[in-house]
């Protein structure tokens, strides 16, 4: 059954054009560089699980190179996105249901959970699940490239050009736990214009704790590659199923 209500679900029609917008080449790079952590380990077609999948961002250039991906995204509206980016012949199955709520009989090589897709679990039972979820779903000797945002990505930002013109508030509450707002203004080619906005939770997470329960799950560290990912404002862990 679809998720709903999820973040993002507002302004999915227009999420990769904010973000592209908004970053420009290292929003690119970022995409490259997490890419290559996957093609230099796995060739095509080693099967990928994609949590936090969003619009395809990754999964459909893995896709693309002919890796058999399962995308898994909760927001129904991002993964209609997904779906018509979704080429004829490609080995790309989605489903939409929330990374700590995944149960799949595939067996996976590679499991991804980036892009700050830790953010959106807000209780340390939802993370510990997720966890457990990423470490069922791949083979031994599978692998997980996690990322875990610093503190200091939790901070409000606006942007605006030509085609966007974007503000972003994060305020803390308590506990870790912050609002995420976005307002968003898109100028279409022709000059029309819609303004979106949304709000919702998000959660900071210590390193030590999501070492802690990667550990507890079974994982082992394989590389910290959070400095091929310099000016993420996250670590970039590699982690192995034993």
Known sequence: MPVRSQPHSSWAEVYDLAYEQSFGEFYRQLTEATVKVITDRFKPPARVVDFGAGTGRLS????????NVTAIEPCEEMLNQLRQKKQQGMLLNDICSTMQDYQGKI???MALCVFTVLLYLRDEDSLEKAVKAAYASLKPGG???IDIPNKSLFQSYSRKDHRIERTVSVTEQTDDIFIYTEDLKVT????DESSYSDTFPIRYWPAQTVRHLLEKAGFVQDADLSHDFSGAGAYYWLMSKR
């Open 60 to 67: 459909i250039p893995l896709a693309d190179m002919g890796f």
């Open 107 to 109: 067996e996976f090589d």
């Open 143 to 145: 692998m997980l490239l």
């Open 188 to 191: 279409q080619p022709n000059g």
